[in-house]
């Protein structure tokens, strides 16, 4: 499919979701029919965003697979790393890191059912977040590409998502974060609408 046809099948299908979206009622079929539109304009808005234009101080690689995203993520500091980097992190050293990153040491990937929970509501999330800001925010999908600073090519981004500022045309990370409290330390980080201050050194 054609740019412009792209273009006029996201035009329609925005006009269907606004029809449907205007009914008193929906029922369940409706609401079936609404996801799947909602689905089909996230992908044809994926393949009608030009990635250069959009990150223009970034390079864009675009992932072929699980190898390859472990790949390029190996060439540099993400934002994963940033708080191992400054020292925070309760998982890794910065040590650790320098082993990985420079070769000393094979990186272990590990998995567990919190990671793999993570995983798994990470779209969900995304998707429930354009719905509740749907009328502020325009995302972009960005889960095929992975970035790198032009300037200093070691600092690179997986971003979960980035979005467009409806009122001013300002770009944004979107960054989703789900856990389990698991202890009165964990519940401490996050008291009173406060992240864990590795959060703030990856976003």
């Known amino acids: ?25 929906l029922d369940s079929d409706d609401y079936l029919q609404l996801g799947y539109l909602n689905q089909e304009l996230a992908q044809c ?4 965003t030009n990635y250069e234009k959009f ?3 970034c390079n864009v690689d675009y992932v072929k697979d699980e190898e390859h995203w472990h790949q390029l993520r190996g060439k540099g500091i993400g934002g994963s790393d940033a708080g191992i980097v400054m020292n925070v992190s309760n998982y890794k050293t910065p040590y650790e890191l320098w082993e990985e990153k420079t070769g000393v040491k094979k ?56 979005m467009i500022e409806i009122a001013t045309k300002e770009k944004w990370g979107l960054e989703i974060k789900s856990t389990t409290i698991q202890n009165s330390a964990m519940l401490r980080e996050w008291a009173n609408d406060h992240i864990p201050i590795c959060y703030y050194f990856q976003v």
């Not at 808005?45 to 009608?48: A, E, L, Y």
């Not at 993570?118 to 995304?126: D, H, S, T, Y």
């Open 107 to 162: 990186p272990v990937f590990q998995t567990n059912e919190a990671i793999e929970k993570g995983n798994a509501l990470e779209p969900v999330l995304i998707e429930l977040f354009g719905v509740l800001y749907k009328t502020k925010f325009e995302l972009i999908d960005t889960k095929d590409i992975s970035l790198s600073n032009k300037k200093y090519p070691f600092l690179r981004a997986n971003l979960d998502g980035a």
């Open 45 to 48: 808005k994926m393949v009608t």
């Open 1 to 25: 499919m054609k740019k412009k046809e792209l273009e006029e099948r996201v035009a329609d299908l925005e006009s269907s979701i606004i029809c449907m979206e205007c009914k008193d009622h």
């Open 55 to 57: 990150f223009p101080n």
